[in-house]
């Protein structure tokens, strides 16, 4: 399979958040550039400086990270690699998870904790204002005016551009457009685990960009052989077909392809490319 293009990303066509930001819809996810447990820093920090130029290289725009990467290390890596920042790239951070360890993730979406990572944020990007700064979730033990009134006055500073959420139910997202516009979405989803369907298709018709993670059916054994046989019938990746499924789901949909080699980046990308036919659809039929 051949890109059409030197940059394959612009192959999956744009989505504009908030009426303002346009960006590719093949993505970038730097969770994957900090060490093992998304716990402190890679284990070759070239690598993946190499792998955040060359996302750029490929046409990709906008980059998704958070303060919890590492902690810190994947908005640190993307400041050095990529600083000062070239006209049109997005970057997307989150905060409201605690690091405790390695794969270990406490919710905390105390007025406290989120101007600590917000404003950690901005310094780490060397940025006055954050694009699309994103709740990473809902916290149970907070109430929730703290939280999203947090934002909204945040956003009424100057430090947020555009707001979004992650991992919410279409419940959470109509009392969070109570304080502010929601222009992202950030939830598991993938051809094997669609549980959210009912969160895309409200984000269509609210025209809210939704960002899959975890692309990959891994644990869905009948997902995965049906993704398996489309690959092999294009003589593409597995990975390449589960994101040209994602951008065929939804108008709305911006995968972030992750990953901290080079090599798979090129790969990854190349599924903006891939062009599924009605047959592939049989095999892992689109999202009703």
């Given at each position: 399979?051949?890109?059409?293009?030197?940059q394959?990303?612009?192959?999956?066509?744009?989505?504009?958040?908030?009426?303002?930001l346009?960006v590719?819809?093949?993505?970038?996810g730097?969770m994957?550039?900090t060490?093992?447990?998304?716990?402190?820093?890679p284990?070759?920090?070239?690598?993946?400086?190499?792998v955040?130029k060359?996302?750029?290289?490929?046409g990709?725009?906008?980059?998704?990270?958070?303060?919890?990467?590492?902690?810190?290390?994947?908005?640190?890596l993307?400041?050095?690699?990529?600083?000062?920042y070239?006209d049109?790239?997005?970057?997307?951070?989150?905060?409201?998870?605690?690091?405790?360890?390695?794969?270990?993730?406490?919710?905390?979406?105390?007025?406290k904790h989120?101007?600590?990572a917000?404003n950690?944020s901005?310094?780490?990007?060397?940025?006055?204002?954050?694009?699309?700064?994103?709740?990473?979730?809902?916290d149970?033990?907070?109430?929730?005016?703290?939280f999203l009134?947090?934002l909204?006055e945040?956003?009424?500073?100057?430090k947020?551009?555009?707001i979004?959420?992650s991992?919410?139910?279409?419940?959470?997202?109509r009392?969070?457009?109570?304080?502010?516009?929601?222009?992202s979405?950030q939830n598991?989803?993938?051809?094997?685990?669609?549980?959210?369907?009912?969160?895309l298709?409200?984000?269509?018709e609210?025209?809210?960009a939704?960002?899959?993670?975890?692309?990959?059916?891994?644990g869905?054994?009948?997902a995965?052989n049906?993704?398996?046989?489309v690959?092999?019938?294009?003589?593409?990746?597995?990975?390449q077909?589960?994101?040209?499924?994602?951008?065929?789901?939804?108008p709305?949909?911006l995968p972030?392809?992750g990953?901290?080699?080079?090599?798979?980046l090129?790969?990854?990308?190349?599924g903006?490319t891939?062009k599924?036919t009605d047959?592939?659809f049989?095999?892992?039929?689109?999202p009703?």
């Amino acid at each position: 399979m051949q890109a059409n293009t030197a940059q394959p990303a612009l192959d999956a066509g744009t989505i504009t958040l908030g009426g303002d930001l346009t960006v590719n819809r093949m993505a970038y996810g730097a969770m994957r550039i900090t060490g093992d447990g998304i716990w402190g820093p890679p284990k070759n920090h070239d690598e993946a400086i190499r792998v955040l130029k060359r996302a750029l290289e490929l046409g990709i725009n906008f980059i998704d990270t958070a303060d919890s990467y590492g902690p810190y290390v994947s908005e640190e890596l993307i400041a050095e690699a990529l600083h000062p920042y070239p006209d049109g790239l997005i970057i997307g951070t989150k905060g409201g998870l605690l690091r405790t360890g390695p794969n270990q993730w406490p919710v905390d979406g105390s007025r406290k904790h989120l101007e600590e990572a917000l404003n950690g944020s901005l310094k780490r990007l060397k940025l006055e204002r954050i694009d699309l700064y994103q709740l990473h979730r809902f916290d149970d033990k907070v109430p929730a005016e703290e939280f999203l009134g947090f934002l909204q006055e945040a956003q009424q500073a100057g430090k947020i551009r555009h707001i979004g959420l992650s991992e919410v139910g279409v419940d959470q997202i109509r009392q969070a457009q109570q304080y502010f516009e929601v222009v992202s979405v950030q939830n598991m989803y993938n051809f094997g685990q669609q549980k959210w369907n009912d969160v895309l298709k409200f984000c269509e018709e609210e025209e809210i960009a939704f960002i899959p993670w975890y692309p990959l059916a891994s644990g869905n054994l009948s997902a995965e052989n049906a993704i398996s046989k489309v690959a092999q019938r294009h003589g593409a990746t597995d990975y390449q077909v589960a994101l040209a499924w994602l951008l065929a789901a939804s108008p709305v949909m911006l995968p972030i392809a992750g990953t901290s080699s080079v090599k798979h980046l090129e790969e990854n990308v190349l599924g903006a490319t891939l062009k599924l036919t009605d047959e592939d659809f049989q095999d892992m039929p689109l999202p009703k």
